[in-house]
């Protein structure tokens, strides 16, 4: 059994689709473990994305996450890291593709409904940071 940090970001609370997001980890046979509904600081989105801050979007991005209600989540269950990144879909939305969670839910590359651990490894480390 394996553990993911997923976040529902800010549009995804704000367009009322949480229920929709939740239903579809549960319905693919997923634990959710711990969950919180609160608003993140600043600093805790900019450790959360250290990877960026470098990237012209940095800003943008947590402009967009701080000081708005975010929902997490440690989701477990046989390849969450894998299957969660497949169920959430590609970040370019021409990618995207439909059935996926951005590719139902979102046409926008900075505003994208839901975050997911890209590996193990950041899983644990995501885990750790929020919870
Ligand atoms: O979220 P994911 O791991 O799929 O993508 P990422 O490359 O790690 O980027 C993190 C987040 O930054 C994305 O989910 C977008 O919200 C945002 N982003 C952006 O605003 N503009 C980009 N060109 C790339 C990413
Ligand atoms: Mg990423």
Redesign the pocket.
Known sequence: MERTFIMI?PDGIQRRIMGEVISRIENKGFKILRAKLFKPSKSLIEEH?Q??RE?E?FH??IDYISGESVMIMEVEGESAVEVMRLM?G??DPKLAAPGTIRGDFSNE????VI??S?SIENANREISLWF
Not at 109 to 112: A, R
């Open positions: 970001k994305y990877e960026h990237k979007f943008e991005l959430i590609n970040k590359k900075t505003q994208n975050h997911g890209d």
